[in-house]
């Protein structure tokens, strides 16, 4: 496809012309020698944190290239995914001239990145089954739109959208698709990393945050081709990920079963509250889901988030959302925690 993508009409000008921040450290990293560094004024002392951090996290990238089947060349690290779309508003999306597009209902943090970059936010609601309205994003898009995002498993909806409207996009739309598979891991569908290869403009993200229960090192993925990794590259700060989490995450990251365990804990309980959920008079509708929450919809939203506050149980009310009228969002916590809520919605009533 796509003869015709050029990433670097895509890219702000500026950016194309910078010439990266580089420290004397990843200049030397590689010699043969055993180096002493004196560049950098750091404390000598060994503490094991004493150094500044790899700047391009080799080992942490090796292992992720290995479980997931990627090239190191193809990744970028960001101090959770939060980072890595921050950098790529900002790598792309000229202040007060181009636009992103976002579909609505789904993750806030899209919107606001844009809000703070001075990017125009173009919203195009997903339909009434919470899908991607195709022709009404083609419609909307004009030569300024650089980054669609798109959420799979959305968030706070919970479903995968069709591959098949996917791919529609990612043949026709004329900017950078980013595909924020937060919750992935949860899911039965595959991810788009397999397609990496076929789409120049796919760019796909995925977090420690979540199912790998990470989210208090911040850690987020970013996978793309090697032109666009080495766009983001430039503008990355040096030492964004810092010593503990690279050596935290690459620790961890390989213990597959604890991932695993954790998954079918998660998912079964998922299925256990749905089915409770499902009894109950003031619950109209509980969403399909393939993340680890679950999107209900309530006869009145406000007086059951109040009446489960009341009770010690924080949820997310997600009524403000276009198409999520009077709807919370429950994550799926420990069994005992699903106890716990259990117990109280039936006590509600
Ligand atoms: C939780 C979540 C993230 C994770 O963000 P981090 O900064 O990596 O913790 C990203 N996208 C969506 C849709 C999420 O729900």
Redesign the pocket.
């Known amino acids: 496809m796509k003869n015709k993508f050029n990433i670097s009409k895509l890219v702000r000008p500026n950016v194309l012309a910078l010439k990266p921040y580089s420290s004397a450290r990843d200049e030397f990293k590689d010699a043969a020698r055993t180096m002493t560094f004196l560049d950098a004024n750091e404390n000598p002392f060994e503490t094991n944190i004493n150094r500044y951090p790899d700047p391009q996290q080799h080992d942490l990238k090796t292992i992720l290239a290995k479980q997931k089947g990627a090239a190191i060349s193809q990744i970028l690290l960001g101090n959770?995914?939060?980072e890595v779309l921050d950098l790529i508003v900002r790598a792309f999306c000229e202040p007060r001239q181009d636009n992103v597009i976002t579909l609505p209902p789904t993750?806030g943090?899209y919107k606001v990145l844009a809000e703070i970059n001075a990017i125009e936010n173009r919203e195009v609601l997903l339909t009434k089954n919470f899908e991607p309205n195709v022709s009404k994003i083609l419609k909307t898009q004009d030569a300024n739109s650089k980054v669609l995002f798109l959420?799979t498993p959305n968030?706070p909806t919970g479903n995968v959208f069709s591959k098949d409207l996917i791919e529609q996009l990612l043949e026709s739309f004329n900017g950078l698709l980013v595909i924020?598979e937060?919750y992935i891991d949860f899911s039965e569908t595959e991810s788009w990393l397999s397609r990496l290869e076929e789409f120049p403009n796919l760019i796909i993200t995925q977090?420690l945050?979540?199912a790998y229960g990470m989210?208090g090192i911040?850690l987020?993925i970013c996978y793309a081709s090697t032109e666009i990794i080495s766009i983001l590259n430039k503008i990355k700060p040096p030492y964004n990920i810092n010593s503990l989490t690279q050596v935290t995450a690459t620790q961890k990251i390989r213990d597959i079963k604890k991932l695993n365990i954790d998954k079918s804990l998660i998912l079964r309980d998922k299925e256990r509250l749905k089915e409770v959920l499902l009894q109950l008079k003031f619950i109209d509708t509980v969403y399909p889901s393939q993340a680890n929450f679950l999107l209900v919809k309530v006869d009145n939203a406000t007086k059951r988030y109040e009446q489960l506050l009341d009770n010690g149980i924080v949820v997310r009310d997600r009524s403000s959302q276009p198409l999520c009228e009077n709807t919370l969002r429950l994550t799926v916590g420990t069994p005992e925690e699903n106890n716990t809520l259990i117990k109280i919605l039936k006590g509600i009533l």
């Open positions: 959770g995914s939060d993750y943090m959420c968030n924020d937060a977090t945050s979540k989210a911040r987020g």
